[in-house]
């Protein structure tokens, strides 16, 4: 969504740029009128992280050519193989992130 948006050639950057723009400015607006939603999660644990791991996340999307939720509902009723593996992939992946977050208590 992001590396498309500044692309002269595309015919949906209008739509790619307000829906940016609306995903950070929604944020803004709900951590002004309902900052404790906000503060909860993110309590203890440097700003950094989140941005490395929205990074992660959209990286790991373009590298899978979709995203969890599209593989792991729609891939799998579908039975496609590729789906399976990323599934699997992404699974594995939570597992050991959530293991190690465990152990060391971030």
Known sequence: ?????FVDTDSQKSLRLTFLVGLLTGAEFFFHFYPQAISSIIVGRPLFFSIFGGLLVGFGTTIANGCTSGHGICGLTRFSPRSIVATLTFMLSNFLTTSLLSIYQY
């Open 1 to 5: 969504m992001f590396s498309n948006s």
